[in-house]
């Protein structure tokens, strides 16, 4: 399985909805709170190419995106694929 990474803050319900389908598909994922840290906002901001909002998900070297884009690579069946590997 690819590794994924997850900024999050807390207080965040797009965050909550994005890890609950991580979990849903049993996926181990790296958070990372940057709520209180600016050293790792700027850090997500740099990885995601500008990406302010929470949280921002990487699968392996790809940027996601959000919750919303989470979802819908989930419902177009590009989700599994690139948790796998194989879509790399």
């Known amino acids: 399985m690819t590794n994924v990474t997850i900024y999050t803050r807390q207080l965040c319900g797009f965050?909550?909805?994005a890890k609950r389908l991580l979990d849903q598909k049993g996926v181990s994922y790296e958070?990372?709170?940057a709520t209180f840290d600016n050293d790792?906002?700027?850090e997500m901001m740099e990885r995601s190419n500008?990406?302010?909002?929470?949280?921002?998900?990487?699968?392996?070297?790809v940027h996601v995106g959000g919750c919303d884009e989470l979802?819908?690579?989930?419902?177009?069946?590009g989700l599994d694929p690139l948790l796998s590997g194989a879509a790399q």
Not at 51 to 57: A, K
Not at 71 to 77: F, I, N, T, V
């Open 40 to 42: 790792r906002r700027t």
């Open 31 to 33: 958070e990372i709170d």
């Open 71 to 77: 979802y819908a690579l989930d419902r177009k069946g």
């Open 15 to 17: 965050c909550v909805a």
């Open 50 to 61: 500008g990406g302010r909002t929470f949280p921002q998900i990487f699968i392996g070297d």
